[in-house]
């Protein structure tokens, strides 16, 4: 496998003699895949663990502001030796306020969804600014990846965003072993919903991207064994296989389809470490499968001054 993973792991004071020990730093990453499934009333989602190195962390999930969630993938933690605890890009994010125009992208994202790409870059930047040996990544893999999840103002309804981080890197001077990092603004990447006349089904993604794992929809698809006997089990489980068959997804009800997915996530998992959620506009975020870690309970600032007719260049959904 091509190592961002080795290559971000640690960094060596070879690199740069001169510079304090206290600037090297250590990137611990998170594989593994998250599944989300938009339902008629909901959206559920599932991630599932695939350590990189001996270091990895978890997928990590966090409350970004009232309608959205992100998981994340990649660099999400770092460790300064200086420094007693991680910093996690999961943790102390900025409050989000009203969309704000100077970080609209014509053509992008909406400045709502710009802006929460802007407080992660300025959260890494600093970060990987203290990488200075080349790092060797394919000319578009990420160094970190978001996936966002939530619903779109105006009444778009549910909507599932990729953000990805990439890194440019330059000589600064003579020596040629010691590189300058800067961070590249977001790319936004939208995963749902579909176009129009497109299949609704479940939303899979991984990091790398290379992991060999069928996706859950493929496997419903090819009446994998695990699946045939689960469809067998409880006819609530067939009616939700037989709607994502059929790219009515978004159909399904959403009690049997989180029943569905709990018990289809250890057939899935195996002996890795997984979670489960649940996000619907009512009710809000809720744990249906906590990580194994603590889960941060610090309390958020909503955000109750967001104009629900704030303009948007979302692709409005289909009836």
Sequence with gaps: MRSLFALLLVLLALAAPARAQEDEIVANLAGGRVIIHVTRDAILFAAIDHPLEATSVPPRVAEIDRSHVAVFFGAS??????????????????????????YQVVGAADADLEQIG???????????????????LKPDEPLLQIV??????????????????????NQPGAQADYLQTHVLRPRFTQLYPPEKHEPRTIVELRFPEDLQEIPLAGLIQQNDQRIVRLRAADPKFAKVMDLIQRGQANK??????????????????????????????????????????????????RDKDHPPDAPTLRRKPNP
Excluded at 79 to 87: D, E, H, M
Excluded at 89 to 94: A, K, N, S, T, V
Excluded at 272 to 298: C, I, M, N, R, Y
């Design 118 to 136: 802007v407080i992660f870059l300025e959260k890494l930047r600093p970060l990987a600014s203290q990488l200075h040996h080349k790092i060797d």
């Design 77 to 102: 933690e770092w460790q300064l030796p200086a420094a007693p605890k991680p910093i996690r890009l999961d943790r102390d994010i900025e409050h989000i306020l009203p969309a704000d125009k100077r």
């Design 148 to 169: 966002l999840i939530g619903y779109a103002p105006n009444a778009y309804g549910p909507e599932v965003w990729l953000i990805e981080y990439r890194l440019e890197q």
């Design 252 to 301: 399904a009800d959403t009690q049997d389809s989180a029943d569905f997915l709990r018990a289809a996530l250890p057939l899935l998992a195996g002996n890795a470490h997984f979670l489960q959620a649940t996000l619907s506009e009512d009710s809000g975020f809720h744990w249906v499968v906590p990580p194994e870690e603590p889960v941060d309970k610090s309390p958020k600032t």
